[in-house]
């Protein structure tokens, strides 16, 4: 491990010297220590161009940088920075965002109205994104609704932050306009389709609560092995999320950690071994269509989770689960109008169907 250093100065170390020429050098350098303002924690690392490794110990990121280069003027050519994760250094940043403060209760004088930064921690200034324009369907002041497109998460994972998604473009999307967006619901990262955010806390809470009333309507365009008998009805099941396994899993109605999940299909089109389904969720669990068609014997074509047992081998390839939110229907949660979405099918879908056609 390296020698910590005094507050004010960095002290290089050096790990090892191949030969007697290097070792002085590594002397002349340990006599010499990197004088860099406000140092507090640890630096990165630096490796000498000739194999010597630097280990720099007592200094923040930027002041890391400037021992680098500290050490580099006084012997050209010697220093090469080594970068720690950016992936952990984006996480620890300082997000600087305005917002508008005001006096929260009574207070004796006046008090003037005015913009204030504030230092968010955490913040994922550095997510990484697709090259996918934003497929907008409907903007208002209130919400968006979006065609999301396969492959893209709808918000970013709690362990993954950084991870393309929705979400993130629309932060991107809407910061010229000092607004932000709020989760309403979502649909898997392999899932195609209709979502809605909304623009600000309030409407996200009026959208929600007619989410958990079940008043949206929310249809699905589905490929699924087999022909499910009868070609039309409900699927009703008690499902509990297995967070060790991150899938659903098929539970007793008395169990307390279990919740009903609910949905109707029809048969739309027959083909030789696979059936397209519509199916038009009355509740909105994670997964729920995947796991309720697999239940019933009828595994989505392309779905790589829940598959297990003899079912596990299926002769169609398709890179993700075959599943399209294609219509979203609402109330608007301000002036109360009744709005209906469409979302056509993405190509790779359609050249699916194209290929059960022809089989």
């Known amino acids: 491990m390296g020698r910590p250093c005094r507050h004010r100065s960095v002290q290089p170390w050096i790990r090892a010297a191949s030969s007697g020429k290097d070792r002085r050098r590594a002397h002349a350098l340990r006599r010499e220590p990197a004088e860099v303002p406000g140092a507090r924690r640890r630096c990165r ?11 720099c110990r007592g200094a923040e990121a930027g002041a890391a940088r400037g021992a680098a ?15 720690r994760s950016r992936r952990s250094a984006r996480r620890r940043s300082l997000h600087r965002e305005a917002v508008d403060a005001a006096a929260a209760g009574r207070l004796q004088g006046r008090v003037r109205r005015g913009t204030h930064d504030l230092l968010r921690a955490g913040h994922r200034a550095g997510a990484r994104t697709l090259k996918v ?14 065609n999301k497109p396969a492959g893209l998460l709808s918000v970013p994972l709690p362990r993954k932050q950084d991870a393309p998604s929705v979400y993130s473009q629309l932060e991107r999307y809407l910061r010229p306009q000092r607004r932000r967006p709020f989760v309403v619901h979502r649909i898997d990262r392999d899932t195609s389709g209709l979502v809605v955010f909304a623009k600000d806390p309030r409407t996200q809470q009026a959208m929600k609560k007619q989410f958990i009333a ?25 499902l509990v999320w297995d967070r060790k396994s991150l899938i659903q899993k098929r539970t007793h109605p008395k169990d307390p950690q279990g919740a009903e999940a609910v949905c109707h299909y029809r048969v739309v089109e027959e083909f030789r071994d696979a059936s397209l389904l519509e199916v038009r969720l009355e509740t909105g669990k994670r997964n729920q269509i995947r796991i309720q068609a697999r239940l019933r014997g009828h595994t989505l074509i392309g779905e790589k989770r829940y598959v297990y047992g003899p079912q596990a081998l299926r002769p169609i390839a398709f890179p993700r689960q075959a599943l399209h939110a294609y ?6 949660p301000v002036d109360g ?14 050249q699916l169907l194209a290929r059960l056609r022809h089989r």
């Open 69 to 83: 280069l500290c050490v580099g003027a006084r012997h050209p050519g010697s220093i090469r920075p080594v970068a």
């Open 327 to 332: 219509r979203l229907a609402f109330r608007h």
């Open 214 to 238: 079940r008043e949206p309507e929310r249809a699905y365009l589905a490929l699924v092995y087999g022909h499910p008998d009868p070609k039309g009805g409900t699927w009703r099941d008690h």
């Open 45 to 55: 690392r630096g490796v000498r161009a000739d194999g010597l490794r630097v280990d």
């Open 133 to 146: 324009p934003l497929d907008i369907v409907h903007e208002d002041r209130h919400l968006l609704v979006l």
């Open 337 to 350: 109008r009744d709005l209906a979405f469409e979302a056509p099918l993405p190509a790779d879908f359609n």
